[in-house]
């Protein structure tokens, strides 16, 4: 089974920065792409940002100019830059990948999430 073992979470002072991790546990024949989304209570998750197999990426509006999504494929690891945090980027964020295994098998694949917490 594979699974996305994220890191880095934690607190930060509004205008700081942290960096999120999401490994995946054991390697695939491919992967179409992953991503970065988050939820607050009582809402819905949101994508965040996402890059695909070709190195394409995509942000929400809101983190535009700020975050920064990268992939190491070597290591199998997603990463989120998150410079200049704002007390709304509070939220739990969850990694996304969308893989395909070694059995020819595709399928979505979801984190455990991590707490990220921005103090004004």
């Known amino acids: 089974q594979v699974q996305l073992v994220e890191s880095g979470g934690g607190y930060v002072q509004a205008g700081g920065s942290l960096r999120l991790s999401c490994t995946l546990s054991?390697?695939?024949?491919?992967?179409?792409?992953m991503a970065w989304y988050r939820q607050t209570p009582g809402k819905q998750r949101e994508l965040v940002a996402s890059?695909?197999?070709?190195?394409?990426?995509n942000y929400t509006d809101s983190v535009k100019g700020r975050f920064t999504v990268s992939r190491d494929g070597a290591k199998n690891t997603l990463y989120l830059q998150m410079n200049s945090a704002k007390p709304e980027d509070t939220a739990v964020y969850y990694c996304?990948?969308?893989?395909?295994?070694?059995?020819?098998?595709?399928?979505?694949?979801w984190g455990q999430g991590t707490q990220v917490v921005v103090s004004s």
């Open positions: 890059i695909t197999s070709d190195g394409r990426t």
């Open positions: 996304f990948a969308d893989l395909v295994r070694y059995s020819g098998l595709r399928r979505d694949y």
């Open positions: 054991r390697s695939v024949s491919s992967i179409n792409r």
